[in-house]
């Protein structure tokens, strides 16, 4: 299979599991309230453990500077998160707004951006792509489900809110991957381990500061034993691979 159709099955993967989330918070809303927390720590193990012990390593390989980018992609994405929410609450000032359409608007860049990342770690290697793409594509599930949630609770109906939540939190992200795709492919091997620390500060940051702090809101008994698997899971796939 060439980089290329492995990259666009898995964002296209992220796609349909997205608007699976959304499916079904849209049809079984009580089981999605419930169930999403285990999903949202399950993918936050997996997204910081593979980050820590697999991606951020390569990136130090090959990129004398990657500590300094891995820094950067953490803080460019908090810094947008923050901007849209600023930016946006002070010009329009409604609470309708701020609880719905606000977040999503940082959903659809960081799932924008998802998109990218997908670009990046397959560029290094099919094995480095496989790894991000099994947290990234396990938070896409929580992701649609909040996403429709938000909407739904800024006073968009239902069948309104389902259809923006796809083309915000699904479609961009095999829409960044297309785009970022033909680009990434042309650059050389330290500027991509560059991205790769990027990739990773961004990973570190959905994992850290944007899905374990929503698990932390909703405590359920099991999360821990989610999170605690997600880890487990992560670890043995890099250490059988032995890369």
């Not at 285990?38 to 130090?60: E, R």
């Not at 896409?140 to 938000?150: D, K, N």
């Amino acid at each position: 299979m060439s980089i290329l159709a492995a990259v666009i099955i898995a964002s296209f993967l992220a796609c349909v599991v997205t608007t699976i989330g959304i499916y079904v918070i849209g049809k079984h809303e009580e089981w999605g309230r419930r169930n999403t927390v285990y999903f949202m720590s399950f993918a936050a193990g997996v997204l910081i453990t593979v980050s820590f012990i697999h991606i951020v390593p390569k990136s130090f390989t090959m990129n004398e500077q990657a500590p300094i980018f891995l820094l950067a992609g953490f803080m460019t994405l908090y810094f947008i998160n923050r901007l849209i929410k600023v930016l946006v609450c002070h010009e329009y000032g409604t609470p309708d707004l701020s609880i719905g359409i606000i977040p999503t608007l940082g959903i659809s860049l960081h799932s924008f951006l998802d998109g990218i990342i997908y670009s990046v770690t397959f560029k290094v290697n099919v094995f480095t792509g496989v790894l991000a793409a099994i947290g990234m594509v396990l938070h896409e599930f929580p992701e649609g489900i909040v996403t429709f949630l938000l909407l739904e609770k800024g006073g968009i109906p239902k069948k309104r809110a389902s259809t923006s939540a796809f083309f915000a939190a699904a479609l961009t992200t095999p829409l960044g991957t297309l785009i970022s795709f033909p680009f990434v492919d042309r650059i050389e091997q330290e500027a991509l381990g560059a991205l790769l620390a990027l990739s990773a500060g961004a990973l570190i940051y959905v994992g850290a500061s944007h899905l374990l702090p929503a698990v932390e809101k909703e405590p359920k008994r099991f999360s821990f034993i989610s999170l605690a698997i997600g880890i487990f899971v992560a670890v043995f796939v890099v250490l059988s691979k032995g890369e």
